[in-house]
């Protein structure tokens, strides 16, 4: 285990509800473990002791400091041997990250509502998702149940998309994009799912999908990169959900629709290539009565393609979160590291970097994405995720992937407007 460091590359903000006041942002790093046991991680208070612990691979970590580690499944995987500088070879524990992890993303959930934190575990596309009961502070693994059996897509999520109040896992699934619904009756029993779409050509390792309301109807839609699917009024029956086609790119990780520019209606965001570059979001606008998306770049393959000059590859998660209280959301992502080893896909070995992008409206709505990098040796894995560790009102962050896992809280300092001023990213142009 790695003692906690300070991020030593500080973010800054202005609040917007006192305009006189400037704060700086940054973030504390603790390295869980330098082992490769998943592409993501959840939160939950899991020893019931009123404090956050978090849950990556097999082990969840005890917080606040995340440094004592229990197994609450069967380790997948013994490890591996690694040639070390010397020579020598050494056994390693988790996966060898020139190949991939059983475990893509995780969340957090009471399925039995026993007051207990449960994980939901959503595994290696093509695979099963599973939840693992937690045994309220008995010893041994956590009794697993089968959720899913078939779970495709690089970017499954879990939410309430139906509006009934109880989250489903949003994936494809043979063919057809849809969802899983436990019987709440039953949560053990496997859940159903329900297709939204014709069957079509999406399989296991189809990039690109997200949850949110584009029309303003009060119903969530399912977005991909060919368009997005209209629910219906009522999904009784499982009838087919309206396909409006648009191009969002080629595939990338999770997608929202969200008023970013503040004028009513429902924006897109997404990355535009899981492996490859880019990351845009899609200006919500109306055409004789039909919603269409103007495609504005954040950042891309050229530093000159940011307003502010970032670029960095394979932006193969995002999380989208109000990160400085501000009321407006903003973006989390950052770099995939290693994704197909360390020769595959757009530049695998540049510094794996995390950030978070101040999302400031404009009076004539246009909207400027100010980066402000939280870390430069972590990235992301097909997962990050944004919520509260200590129990203060700052969103912190969590990752798991081929560097290990990683808790980074957030930690804000206010100072003068002069200090603030010279934290800011500068627009390219004139730097």
Avoid at 201 to 216: A, I, L, S
Avoid at 330 to 351: C, F, I, M, Q
Wanted: glycine share 12%; charged share 25%; proline share 5%.
């Amino acid at each position: 285990m790695k003692v906690p460091s300070v991020c030593l590359l500080l973010c800054a903000v202005v609040s917007n509800v006192a305009a006189q006041n400037y704060y700086l942002h940054s973030f504390k790093k603790t390295q869980l473990t330098s082992e490769f046991w998943s592409e993501g991680a959840t939160a939950g208070d899991f020893n019931h002791d009123g404090k956050m612990d978090i849950a990556a691979g097999p082990f969840w970590y005890a917080g606040p400091d995340f440094q004592k580690r229990q197994e609450f499944m069967p380790q997948p995987v013994q490890g591996f041997d690694r040639k070390a500088a010397d020579g020598k070879v050494e056994k390693v524990g988790g996966y060898d990250p020139h190949g991939y992890s059983k475990n893509f993303l995780a969340y957090t959930y009471d399925f039995n509502k026993d007051g207990w934190d449960d994980i939901i575990v959503l595994g290696f596309p093509g695979e099963d998702s599973s939840w693992f009961e937690n045994p309220k502070g008995q010893a041994g693994h956590w009794k697993r149940h089968l959720a899913l059996q078939v779970t495709d897509n690089e970017s499954p999520t879990f939410l309430d998309i139906t509006g009934d109040g109880k989250p489903e896992v949003v994936c494809n699934s043979g063919g057809f994009f849809g969802y899983a619904e436990a019987d709440w009756k039953e949560p053990t029993k496997v859940w159903t799912f329900h297709p939204i779409t014709p069957k079509g050509p999406w399989q296991r390792f189809t990039h690109g999908m997200g949850v949110g309301d584009v029309n303003n109807d009060g119903k969530l839609d399912m977005l991909e990169k060919d368009g997005w699917w209209e629910q219906p009024k009522s999904v009784v029956g499982d009838p087919a959900w309206i396909k409006h086609a648009w191009s969002f790119g080629t595939g990338g990780a999770q997608m929202f629709a969200y008023d970013l520019d503040g004028d009513g209606d429902n924006d897109v965001i997404t990355s535009l290539a899981a492996h490859g570059y880019g990351l845009a979001w899609y200006e919500n606008y109306r055409e004789n009565g039909e919603i269409k998306f103007r495609e504005h770049i954040i950042i891309n393959k050229e530093p000159k393609d940011s307003k502010f000059g970032v670029a960095f590859s394979q932006l193969h998660a995002v999380d989208l979160v109000d990160m400085d209280g501000d009321g407006i959301k903003d973006l989390v992502t950052g770099k995939r590291y290693w994704a197909h080893g360390p020769s595959g896909d757009a530049e695998p070995n540049a510094a794996a970097v995390l950030y978070w992008f101040r999302t400031d409206r404009k009076a004539d709505k246009t909207v400027d994405f100010v980066p402000y990098q939280i870390d430069n040796n972590s990235g992301i894995g097909t997962q990050v995720m944004v919520g509260n560790l200590n129990g203060d009102k700052w969103p912190d962050v969590i990752v798991g992937n081929k560097k290990g896992a990683f808790a980074f809280v957030h930690e804000v300092k206010k100072v003068g407007k002069k200090e603030w001023d010279t934290a800011q990213p500068k627009p390219f142009a004139a730097q």
